[in-house]
């Protein structure tokens, strides 16, 4: 009996390190995190929308800009008249002809309403709020990719537990059919024995299909099968040490609520621009065009000419009223939907603080009920082997002290997960809070280099 008990203890110290003594070739927590930061394909999604949404602010700017057109135009004509007067008539004819003409075009917008300014100001704040949302989509994965690399250290550890479980059942079982062999136990106690074993094989099964599951979500969120991973550790060091001043950061760096506020920026200037539509339109139209043989007597003729143009509306029946005040209610809409998702951000911060602070003492208390089950387990066996305690004492003290592993081993995935959880909620998980090492994507890029473009079909990468 003494080595099964030392054989548990070895198997509780491995679940308890977590295979710390890996070699130095072992994945670690930052490196997973950094691979899901690089490669992860809804993040890359993402960032192609935010390059899209850049797209927005050189297209409003093209409201600034003139636009000019080329026409041409070709083909034949011809004319028979007869032309009469009182003392004569006069036929006169007028051969296949070929007129053909060139024009140019150029149309430049000198005040609408101040509608392309508002415009443009709408579309960066549109990619300001795009780029709250790529940062809200980077701490979702580093959160499930954090999460999944705990579930996987979880699961390999819970599986091992069934293991070592099993073969300690295994052994009692033998021991207790030794037993039964001399008359010491009845076959009650063997048939016990062997149910538990039964029980313990179909928890090892389940625990390894629930392993595997978890393998094709790693795969899934960090790019790799997992091997070898080192322990996770918590990321305590990284968010402020009172709830209070957690609440306040989060209100203002939540990614969720920098995003509703530049959501309401958008909507203010969408009222401004339907506004614009109730003010005059100023534009100036240059145009020239030179035509080839449009009669037989007109060989050419060259024509230019330059106009202002001043279109004050009136009365459009009612729809650009009706626009206006729409914005305005949207306008409110979003308002209100920033104090609810504050609520929401709050709310979620402190039942993630809550749970940070009940998983450290679950940790604790899970120690003390292992190291208490170990004793009480090393206690009955003692018992039995002089009569004072039967094979289901054994038994049942055994899954009792295999609860406690699990117990344990899910305290310590929930106390490190916990902590990502409430990063997450403040708004500060994020590559150069954790200082991966990985380069930062940089939104910002793209978008200088397409804001100020005025042709081209080329996105910047070449495509």
Not at 141 to 151: C, E, G, K, P, S
Not at 250 to 279: C, H, Q, R, W
């Amino acid at each position: 009996m003494q080595g099964v008990t030392v054989s548990g203890r070895i198997a509780a110290a491995i679940l308890l390190l977590q295979m710390a003594a890996t070699s130095a070739r072992a994945d670690t927590m930052e490196a997973a995190l950094t691979r899901a930061y690089q490669s992860n394909p809804q993040l890359n999604a993402q960032r192609a929308s935010v390059r899209a949404t850049d797209e927005n602010v050189p297209r409003a700017l093209s409201g600034y800009r003139p636009k000019v057109a080329v026409t041409a135009s070709a083909g034949g004509q011809y004319s028979n008249q007869l032309v009469t007067s009182s003392t004569t008539g006069q036929k006169v004819e007028e051969g296949p002809q070929g007129p053909h003409a060139v024009g140019l075009t150029a149309t430049q917008t000198l005040f609408n309403g101040n509608q392309t300014a508002n415009k443009t100001r709408a579309a960066e704040s549109q990619v300001f709020g795009a780029r709250e949302a790529l940062r809200l989509l980077e701490q979702s994965v580093l959160l499930a990719a954090a999460t999944v690399y705990m579930d996987y250290l979880r699961d390999a550890a819970i599986l091992e537990v069934q293991r070592s479980n099993t073969r300690v059942l295994e052994q009692t079982l033998k021991q207790t059919r030794d037993r039964y062999s001399v008359g010491l136990v009845t076959p009650t106690d063997v048939a016990q024995s062997e149910a538990q074993l039964a029980a313990g094989q179909t928890q090892e099964l389940a625990a390894e299909a629930t392993l595997n599951t978890t393998r094709a979500n790693f795969r899934r969120i960090i790019g790799n099968e997992p091997s070898q991973l080192a322990p996770g550790s918590p990321v305590d060091r990284f968010f402020p040490a009172t709830l209070g001043d957690a609440v306040n950061i989060a209100l203002v760096e939540n990614p969720n609520v920098t995003s509703a506020m530049y959501g309401i920026d958008v909507s203010f200037l969408n009222v401004k621009i339907s506004e614009g539509a109730l003010f005059p339109t100023v534009s100036v139209q240059a145009t020239v065009q030179k035509t080839w043989q449009q009669t037989i007597t007109q060989i050419s003729q060259f024509a230019a000419s330059a106009i202002a143009q001043v279109t004050v509306p009136i009365y459009q029946g009612g729809a650009e009223y009706s626009l206006i005040r729409q914005s305005k209610e949207t306008l409110a809409q979003q308002r209100l939907t920033l104090e609810q998702i504050r609520d929401q951000a709050r709310a979620d911060l402190v039942s993630a603080w809550g749970q940070l602070l009940a998983s450290k003492s679950q940790v604790t208390s899970s120690q003390s009920q292992v190291d208490a089950s170990e004793i009480a387990l090393e206690g009955v066996r003692k018992e039995a082997s002089v009569g004072q305690r039967t094979t289901l004492d054994i038994l049942n003290q055994q899954q009792a002290l295999v609860n406690a592993r699990l117990a344990l081993v899910t305290a310590q995935h929930d106390r490190v997960v916990a902590s990502y959880t409430v990063l997450s909620s403040i708004g500060r998980l994020s590559p150069q809070v954790l200082r991966l090492p990985t380069p930062l994507h940089d939104p910002s890029v793209h978008y200088f280099q397409v804001r100020d473009s005025w042709a081209g079909v080329r996105a910047p990468d070449g495509r």
